[in-house]
């Protein structure tokens, strides 16, 4: 006579019990204590702390003031151009080379593969790492606000927040095309592929020195360009575009940057 088979529990087969879901508490713990030793493993190092939180200051100021001051001083619409190039300058480096270069380092070394095995919150490493890229951008706009008047710019601190707001949360697209680089390119050759997005991004985006008009269209490939003009419509000055548009794009190259980044690691780790 045939009889239906009872699945046993999984106590009675000797499997071992699924671990138990964590709290919301826990789970924001982990998530804080991530991004807070992400951070200061970041702050500690001279060679990414040093150039990402004094170069566009320092740079600002040598351009700004120094060698140009006189002829910024007179022009209100260029000393907002040079303030916001450099910090759009500022707010691609932490992003870009965090993500690019110490997930390729931590994925080569199995640190990642070591991460997912542990009872951490799946995006725990990556949520970290783009907290620590928003926190140096923070500290990049702080000091930026303090060079301005050095700089010759007259902007309302209403405005200044304005754009500091927008430059922390534009520094996502930036972490996500770092994110993809570091999930495709070895520890040593991450700098070089990160420097190959990086410059170009800088220079052909007319953050920095405007364009010919003729070359104007390769800007609107860049996001740093679309982050200056998200920038000069939240200040209040004229933009190119509906800043719509430039959001719109912003938030394309994350999503799209970000899904191609996770995809590779699923497959190949």
């Not at 999984?10 to 138990?20: F, G």
Request: hydrophobic share 55%; glycine share 8%; net charge positive.
């Amino acid at each position: 006579m045939n009889t239906l088979a009872v699945p046993e529990p999984a106590q009675m087969r000797d499997e071992p019990a699924a671990p138990p879901a964590m709290s919301r508490g826990r789970l924001l713990r982990a998530y804080a204590i991530e991004a807070k030793y992400e951070s200061l493993r970041m702050l500690r190092s001279p060679a990414f702390a040093g150039p990402f939180l004094v170069l566009p200051a320092g740079l600002y100021l040598l351009f700004g003031a120094l060698l140009f001051g006189a002829e910024i001083a007179k022009d209100p619409k260029a000393a907002a151009f040079i303030f916001l190039g450099f910090s759009v300058m500022g707010v691609m480096g932490p992003g870009m080379f965090g993500f690019g270069i110490t997930v390729a380092t931590e994925r080569e070394r199995g640190l990642l593969q070591l991460k997912r095995a542990l009872p951490t919150p799946p995006a725990a490493t990556l949520l970290a790492k783009m907290l620590m890229s928003m926190l140096f951008v923070t500290i990049i706009m702080v000091t930026m606000a303090a060079a301005a008047p050095l700089g010759h710019l007259r902007m309302p601190a209403l405005s200044v927040l304005t754009l500091s707001l927008v430059n922390i949360v534009g520094s996502m697209p930036f972490c996500a095309l770092g994110f993809f680089v570091g999930s495709l390119a070895s520890a040593k050759s991450a700098p070089a592929f990160v420097n190959l997005l990086y410059l170009p991004m800088i220079y052909l985006s007319g953050i920095l020195f405007p364009l010919p008009k003729s070359a104007e269209w390769i800007s609107h490939f860049s996001p740093a360009y679309h982050l200056a003009q998200a920038g000069l419509a939240a200040i209040g000055a004229p933009a190119n575009g509906a800043p719509a548009v430039h959001l719109a794009v912003l938030l394309s190259v994350t999503v799209i940057f970000t899904a191609l980044a996770v995809r590779r690691l699923a497959r190949h780790g």
